[in-house]
């Protein structure tokens, strides 16, 4: 069972894009324990179990056995909503390298819980938030392979030096960006071994600035 216990935690950290520390909190229980838990340190306690199945109803049987209905009834209110914003987190890759292809992405895929008071305190509002993932190396080591990048669309007009998420048609950019006397745009990438990227927009009308990235977060589980 806590093979099993362990992976399904897990899922459910990653299905509401949270840190251990955060699905600590939003559970009631302490990181530290529920860290022993994960690393098998120690066997799942009766009363971790319970709060996960009341705070988020889970499927009791799926959580210790893996069968019944797998992941969060995301259809509840929960009652750490008053909490936390869950942020949209779409199905798309943006390059910190070369460029790549974006592919569809009109519904979000999952979405990932930010605290209300952390949100406020940045200045950021939930309807201007998106998250995306990064690949590629050009952003070392700032942004890594398969970060996880929080992107306010609010602030869409470049300021010098910032980085941001930049469309031009179906290929997306994370980059540093700079403005020239002549209007273009240098996108600058931080690993030095990518040259600088000139873009003029008097000849690119289909460039687009998709916000600013304002948080970066990497996976260590």
Same mark, same amino acid.
């Given at each position: 069972?806590?093979?099993?216990?362990? &992976?399904?935690?897990?899922?459910?950290?990653?299905? %509401?894009?949270?840190?251990?520390?955060?699905?600590?909190?939003? *559970?009631?229980?302490?990181?530290?324990?529920?860290?022993?838990?994960?690393?098998?340190?120690?066997?799942? #306690?009766? =009363? %971790? !179990?319970?709060?996960?199945?009341?705070? %988020?109803?889970? =499927?009791?049987?799926?959580?210790?056995?893996?069968?019944?209905?797998?992941?969060?009834?995301?259809?509840?209110?929960?009652? *750490?909503? +008053?909490?936390?914003?869950? !942020?949209?987190?779409?199905?798309?890759?943006?390059?910190?390298?070369?460029?790549? =292809?974006?592919?569809?992405?009109?519904?979000?895929?999952?979405?990932? @819980?930010?605290?209300?008071?952390?949100?406020?305190?940045?200045? %950021?509002? @939930?309807?201007?938030?998106?998250?995306?993932?990064?690949?590629?190396?050009?952003?070392?080591?700032?942004?890594?392979?398969? +970060?996880?990048?929080?992107?306010?669309?609010?602030?869409?007009? #470049?300021? &010098?030096?910032?980085?941001?998420?930049?469309?031009?048609?179906?290929?997306?950019?994370?980059?540093?960006?700079?403005?020239?006397? +002549?209007?273009?745009? $240098?996108? !600058?990438? &931080?690993?030095?071994?990518?040259?600088?990227?000139?873009? +003029? $927009?008097?000849?690119?009308?289909?460039?687009?600035?998709?916000?600013?990235?304002?948080?970066?977060?990497?996976?260590? !589980?």
């Amino acid at each position: 069972m806590s093979l099993i216990f362990r &992976d399904n935690i897990r899922q459910i950290i990653s299905e %509401l894009g949270v840190s251990i520390s955060e699905f600590a909190e939003i *559970i009631g229980e302490k990181a530290s324990r529920l860290n022993d838990v994960l690393q098998g340190r120690q066997r799942p #306690p009766f =009363d %971790l !179990i319970e709060k996960i199945i009341s705070s %988020l109803d889970v =499927d009791a049987n799926w959580l210790i056995s893996g069968q019944g209905v797998a992941g969060v009834n995301h259809g509840k209110k929960w009652n *750490i909503s +008053d909490e936390f914003e869950y !942020i949209p987190m779409y199905d798309v890759e943006v390059s910190a390298g070369r460029g790549i =292809d974006a592919y569809g992405a009109a519904a979000p895929k999952t979405y990932l @819980a930010f605290r209300k008071d952390w949100l406020r305190a940045r200045g %950021l509002f @939930a309807d201007s938030l998106n998250c995306v993932t990064a690949r590629g190396d050009s952003m070392e080591p700032t942004i890594s392979n398969k +970060d996880t990048l929080l992107v306010n669309t609010a602030h869409s007009n #470049p300021v &010098d030096g910032r980085i941001y998420v930049i469309r031009s048609e179906d290929t997306l950019w994370v980059k540093r960006v700079q403005r020239q006397l +002549d209007g273009s745009l $240098l996108l !600058i990438s &931080d690993n030095e071994s990518y040259p600088p990227m000139h873009l +003029d $927009l008097r000849n690119h009308e289909n460039i687009e600035i998709i916000g600013q990235v304002v948080n970066v977060s990497s996976d260590i !589980i």
